[in-house]
Structure formats: C-alpha cells, structure tokens
C-alpha cells in the first residue's frame, strides 16, 4: 500500500491592483494624488454632485450641471463662514 496522495497547497490569489494607474486622481489632467475612489478630494465632490463619471471623463450636460455646482458651493461656503 504507498504513501497516501498529499494534495499540494495553492496560495490564494493575490488582490489586483487598483485601476486608478499608480495612485494619482482619475480626472483629466489631474495630477494630484487620489484619496478617495480614484479621485482628488475635489474631483471627488464633481463626481458625487455628478459632474464626473467614474471614467474620469465629463458628463454631456457638464456646463448646466456646473452652474448647480457652483451655486451649491456658494451656499455651502455661505453657511460655514457665518
């Protein structure tokens, strides 16, 4: 009767790496460093608000939806200095 069958040890599959290319902000012509979902702090805010696609690309109906973005910012900063 042999030895029984030793059944090799496989090592789990290592993580991928992130997609956002090294570690800077998705963005075009971005070259800050990403922080959160592959964008800058402020590219990250364009994206929530919907200015920016997750590609980094800008959304057809940017200039419409910037003017939102900046009144939005007005507002927002408005109340923190107050």
Same mark, same amino acid.
């Given at each position: 009767?042999?030895?029984?069958?030793?059944? *090799?040890?496989?090592?789990?599959?290592?993580?991928?790496?992130?997609?956002?290319?090294?570690?800077?902000?998705?963005?075009?012509?971005?070259?800050?460093?990403?922080?959160?979902?592959?964008?800058?702090? *402020? =590219?990250?805010? %364009?994206?929530?608000?919907?200015?920016?696609?997750?590609?980094?690309?800008?959304?057809p109906d940017y200039?419409?939806?910037?003017? =939102?973005? %900046?009144?939005? %910012?007005?507002?927002?900063?408005?109340?923190?200095?107050?």
């Open positions: 009767m042999g030895k029984p069958a030793v059944a *090799e040890k496989k090592e789990a599959p290592k993580a991928k790496e992130p997609a956002t290319g090294g570690g800077s902000c998705t963005a075009k012509a971005c070259k800050t460093s990403e922080w959160r979902f592959g964008f800058c702090e *402020e =590219h990250f805010e %364009q994206f929530k608000f919907g200015l920016i696609k997750k590609s980094g690309d800008f959304v200039e419409k939806k910037f003017e =939102h973005y %900046q009144a939005y %910012q007005t507002r927002r900063h408005a109340h923190k200095v107050a």
